[in-house]
């Protein structure tokens, strides 16, 4: 009689476990042939393509709604006012309640200490991931933040949550678009459809929302990407819409549409308002380097930001948040002038310190708030004039509004149609559209920037808008470069050169020194010349010794060194001065119009 060596139930419990682990292979293969299936319905249907944009807008408008939600609650706990009310529109604050204002400096100081340690690096955004990284966005950049913006407004820094709200919806995007293998240009589109659609529901505002998309997070426009984007913004307005959001409403009432002569005076406000957003930009970057100059430890400095809000909430609430509540308070009480130019200075100062001492946020909110302000404060100085033309307080409010704001954020039509879905009004729309035209014409042509492109130049990138410009950082030096380049020693005769590279063999030689670093280029041609001796040395026709190029050089600034050094090669040095390879300007042109081609493709081509 033989025994079972295993103990009872051993068998069964083998077999269950066998079966376990068997399932999961056995769907295996039917759920990546399904994946596959989606994936490549995806990249070949617009149709689907659209479906995708759709689900995206749908989780867009619910996270806009939350965020939305979280901040004004948190805002309502803290400074103790109903959830009817705007904490910027408060008439007065309790003088003990500013001290949210350094107690959140110092909580956020705390959470961006933790994300550094978390990350390791700088946070991307949005804009940036679309610009340079082909729409790639990280889910943890995106989750911290939305946190450090949320946290930034709740305790009531003078900074907006669109940038939590742009960021949310295209990191869903960018997520989904990364699962589904997108193709760049697809993914790029996507992630711009998402961030525009969060900030159409946050105003309840889809043509706003799409052209904010189109202008500020793609950087272009093609017939493509109008029905995708189009669609996540209707579907987020609509879904904010059925869970009950009440979005930032900007309902004022237009009493007349503008007059030739009106277009004129709204023209010249689009100056004013370039002026203001110039300056306002310029602040920032230097309210930045002073805070660097004063050399305070990082984690004390929306501490201090936070002491100095507190001091000028005590002057004017109106400094608080994002200023939305504030706008519509001020033109119902009809404020006096100095009044207004008080409150422009305060919200100003406000603005760029918080964002000048690390509190998390943007300007879209604060500019339409100062706009309104300085359109108010123009319409008085018209009144106070002997021009016999008049404007309405209304629409001067409304005009200055979107002018600033694309000066400040470069996006004229969003603006102009943000203010048509809130007026219904097509006369003081287009007073709109001349007026930030105007406005971002001037910035462009006298800056050069919007404030998210100004501060990735600040940084050091070569950005001048969002268009994608990712792709040719991988052209670089490196890439372009060939390796088979012949050499010789700078201290070779012309007769050794000769016998070395006959006529026709190349057209150049790399010239090395004694420690095989690089000493220049020689033709070939040039060296063959009758005028030169066999006895001379190769290094004393040598040019272009500080023609050298980094492996990393992108392509865009490769192109500037050939132009610089007047040549047709340069080498590609490593850190020691050793030769890597040589790059031809005909090889890299070439390259540069073939991706370039490629693009063109991708962006204007059939699915």
Known sequence: ?????????????????????????????????????????????????????????????????????????????????????????????????????????????????????????????????????????????????????????????????????????????????????????????????????????????PLAGAFYAFEVVIGSYAPSMIAPVAAACLTSVLVARMVGSAPYSLEIAVTTSPDAAGYLLYAALGVVCAAAGIGLMRLVALAEGAVRRLRLRTPLRPVV????????????????????????????????????????????????????????????????????LIGQVYWNLIELSALAIQVPRENAALVGMGALASAVVGCPLAMSFLVLEATQSLGVAAATLAASLVASTIVRERFGYSLSTWRMHLRGESVRSARDIGWMRALTAGRLMRTDRPTIAATASAAEFRRRFPLGSTRFAVLLDEAQRYAGIVAVAAVHSDDVSPHALVGDLAHGRHATVSPDMAIDRLMAAFARHETDELVVNDPDGGVLGVVSEVYAVRRYASELDKQQQDLFGER
């Open 1 to 205: 009689m033989t025994t079972d060596p295993c103990p009872a139930g051993a068998h069964e419990l083998g077999a269950n476990a066998a079966r376990r682990s068997t399932r999961p292979f056995a769907w295996r293969g039917p759920r990546r042939r399904s994946l596959a299936w989606l994936r490549a319905r995806l990249r070949t249907s617009e149709s689907w393509f659209i479906g995708l944009a759709v689900l995206v807008g749908a989780a867009a408008g619910l996270l806009a709604v939350l965020q939305a939600a979280i901040a004004h609650a948190l805002q309502s706990r803290l400074y103790g006012f109903s959830l009817d009310e705007r904490l910027s529109a408060l008439p007065e604050i309790q003088p003990w309640t500013v001290l949210w204002l350094p107690a959140g400096g110092g909580l956020l100081a705390v959470i961006v200490w933790l994300t550094h340690r978390w990350r390791g690096r700088r946070l991307v955004d949005v804009v940036e991931a679309n610009t340079l990284h082909g729409g790639v966005l990280s889910l943890r950049d995106s989750l911290a933040i939305c946190g450090q913006t949320l946290v930034s407004n709740g305790f009531g820094g003078s900074v907006g949550l669109e940038a939590a709200y742009a960021q949310a919806g295209g990191a869903v995007a960018s997520q989904v678009g990364q699962r589904a293998r997108l193709r760049r240009n697809d993914l790029r589109t996507l992630v711009g459809a998402g961030a525009g659609a969060a900030i159409g529901a946050a105003f309840g505002a």
């Open 305 to 372: 930001g936070g002491v100095i809000l507190a001091g000028l909430a005590l002057i004017s609430p109106q400094v608080l948040s994002s200023g939305h509540g504030a706008l519509h308070a001020d033109l119902v009480e009809h404020i006096g002038l100095q009044t207004l130019i008080v409150v422009v200075a305060l919200k100003a100062l406000a603005s760029v310190t918080a964002i000048g001492t690390g509190f998390r946020g943007g300007l879209f909110f604060a500019s339409l708030f100062l706009g309104s």
